[in-house]
């Protein structure tokens, strides 16, 4: 169907911020919705699979997972040291964030 969007999905802009706070914005004006997750490492990189509502930032050295209808931090990981530099999302809805999510991650090497 022309103009309909997968189940879950919520159009929005993300914006990762030196600040460790996701920023969430309505696309067409730009506004700001909403601020996500509680000051800290800068996010150094985000992702949105587009068949869902949920977003998933990466920091120095940890992973959050956001939901994006409640604007919520659903999930908090620390998989390693070191600067998340690139995120890759695929998969279907999830309860906790992970588990059926694919996640591609690139890392900084650590000194």
């Known amino acids: 169907m022309e103009g309909s969007e997968p189940v879950g999905a919520v159009d929005v802009v993300l914006v990762g911020g030196t600040d460790g706070r996701l920023r969430v914005h309505e696309p067409g004006t730009l506004a700001l919705r909403a601020e ?57 809805d999830t309860t906790d964030g992970f588990s059926r999510m694919a996640l591609d991650v690139s890392s900084a090497a650590t000194t």
Do not use: C, K, Q, Y
């Open 36 to 92: 996500l997750g509680d000051p800290g490492s800068r996010i150094t990189s985000v992702a949105a699979p587009t068949t869902t509502a949920l977003a998933i930032a990466g920091t120095d050295g940890e992973l959050l997972v956001f939901d994006l209808r409640t604007d919520t931090r659903i999930a908090r990981t620390t998989p390693h040291r070191g600067s998340i530099r690139n995120l890759v999302a695929t998969g279907g």
